[in-house]
C-alpha cells in the first residue's frame, strides 16, 4: 500500500502528515513554506508511494467558506494538475487547531514549542489525516 498525505494548507506555511505504507498510524511530516509546497510534495511523492491526498478544507461554524477557502480551492487544482494520477480527497478542518493545540499541552508540550505555528500546523495536518481515516472504516 501506498501512504496517504494530509495537507492542512496555509498562505504562508502548509502543515503535512502522512500515513504509515499501511494506512494505520498518521504521524507530522514537516511544515513547509507554501510558496515551496508543490516542489516539495513532488519530491516526497517521488521517494514514497503517495496514494492520494487529504486536503483540509476550512469552513465556518456554519458551513460557509473562510478567508482562506478560494486559496485552498486554488492550491487544488495545482495538486491536481501536478498530480493527475491521484485523488484529492477533502476534509473539514474546522476546530483542526484548537485540537492540535489541546493535543500539545495535554502531552506536555513546552510552551515556547506551542508558541511555534509550524508545529501547530503539522498536528493540525495529523488530525485531519487522523479524521479522515476514521471516517472510512
Not at 91 to 110: C, N, P, V, Y
Amino acid at each position: 500500500m501506498a501512504r496517504l498525505l494530509a495537507i492542512d494548507y496555509g498562505s504562508k506555511r502548509t502543515g503535512l502528515a502522512v500515513t504509515d505504507p499501511l494506512q494505520i498510524i498518521a504521524s507530522a511530516l514537516e511544515t513547509v513554506p507554501t510558496h515551496q509546497l508543490l516542489d516539495y510534495l513532488k519530491r516526497y511523492a517521488a521517494a514514497e508511494p503517495v496514494e492520494a491526498f487529504v486536503l483540509g478544507l476550512p469552513r465556518r461554524l456554519d458551513g460557509s467558506d473562510t478567508d482562506n477557502t478560494p486559496r485552498v480551492r486554488a492550491f487544488a487544482e495545482k495538486l491536481k494538475a501536478a498530480f493527475p494520477d491521484l485523488p484529492v480527497h477533502w476534509h473539514d478542518e474546522r476546530f483542526t487547531s484548537a485540537m492540535a493545540l489541546q493535543a500539545m499541552i495535554a502531552a506536555g508540550t513546552k510552551k515556547k514549542d506551542r508558541r511555534e505555528k509550524g508545529n501547530i500546523d503539522k498536528v493540525s495536518a495529523v488530525i485531519i489525516l487522523q479524521s479522515y481515516m476514521e471516517s472510512k472504516k
